[in-house]
């Protein structure tokens, strides 16, 4: 099932990893839920769907509530008198300083559509900035909205902070973690705050966490680059690596290779048996 959201990093190319990988469980939690590509490609009983974007959280929100009503409405701001970016930066313009929900999640999902590249970025006000993105017709993704409306009704939308989401965890849940990546080279940015307030200490605390939650029995799997810092922070993990094809350059012939891994935080028969 394809997410109706384009996202950074969204892991669709690679699920069938992520699903080689992932134990059995009776929940799934994504603290990091972006498009949800893992959660809407595999089948628990239940799931929580959690992530610090706002306006992520509330789209899916009134997605799940309203089904057809909802696309409906969101389908007229899809129109060939919308796609220019007059309109595009008047919709901004109401997006940032409108109290109407219902309308941002509307608006939202315009964005990522009409907007740049399918980029999501807020200014340090938090006012969303992404520049108009000149699409030719951008693409209503009706049909993936309505399979995300009934795929959703068996999962608890909460956002909030991975800390909080991951503390949610009881013995039996799955936890599936893709934070931003950390960088592929340790340069300076990375001992502050890498865009998106999430930093080496950020990563080293999901580790952390990682780790106590596979001793009391939840397992957790966690994305990353594979690079030196993610072998050592997830030492006590089994990992598995791989390469992906992606752009890595604006150019668009220059393609080039990251290595992506996944660790998996839990219990071996051995520990359970002794
Ligand atoms: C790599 S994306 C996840 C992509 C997702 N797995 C998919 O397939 O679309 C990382 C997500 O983490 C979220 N995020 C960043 N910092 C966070 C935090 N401190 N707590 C929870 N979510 C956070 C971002 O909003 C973003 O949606």
């Known amino acids: 099932m394809k997410p109706f959201l384009k996202w950074a990093g969204n ?13 059995p469980g009776s929940r799934l939690i994504e603290p990091f839920a972006g498009s949800s590509a893992v959660f809407l490609n595999t089948h628990f009983d239940e799931a929580i769907l959690s992530d610090i974007n706002q ?17 409906g409405y969101c389908s007229t701001f899809f129109v060939k008198e919308t796609n220019n970016a007059d309109t595009y930066y008047q919709f901004r313009k109401i997006f940032n300083s409108t109290g109407d929900m219902r309308l941002r999640a509307a608006l939202f999902l315009y964005f990522n559509r009409h907007g740049y590249n399918g980029l999501c970025r807020y200014n340090n006000k938090g006012e969303f900035n992404v520049p108009f993105g000149k699409y030719t017709k951008p693409y209503f993704p009706a049909e993936e909205m309505m399979q995300f409306h009934h795929k959703i009704q068996s999962a608890q939308l909460i956002h909030q902070d991975f800390i909080q989401t991951m503390q949610m965890a009881k013995p039996g849940d799955v ?18 705050y890498s865009s998106g307030g999430f930093g080496i200490k950020e990563q080293e605390k999901l580790a952390e966490l990682a780790k106590e939650l596979s ?22 993990a089994r990992i598995v690596s791989f390469q992906v094809r992606r752009f890595i350059s604006c150019k668009g012939d220059a393609r ?7 660790a998996l935080f839990g219990m071996d028969e051995e520990m359970l048996a002794g």
């Open 175 to 192: 936890i599936y973690c893709d934070p931003p990546y950390v960088p592929l080279t340790e340069t300076a940015n990375f001992t502050g």
């Open 256 to 262: 080039g290779q990251a290595n992506e891994m996944l």
């Open 11 to 23: 892991k669709y190319a690679i699920i069938e990893r992520i699903k080689a990988i992932l134990p």
């Open 55 to 71: 306006d992520l959280i509330n789209l899916y929100q009134y997605l799940k509530q309203d089904g057809q009503k909802f696309i």
């Open 215 to 236: 001793r009391k029995g939840i397992n957790v799997v966690i994305s990353n680059h594979d690079t030196h810092f993610t072998q050592t922070a997830y030492e006590s």
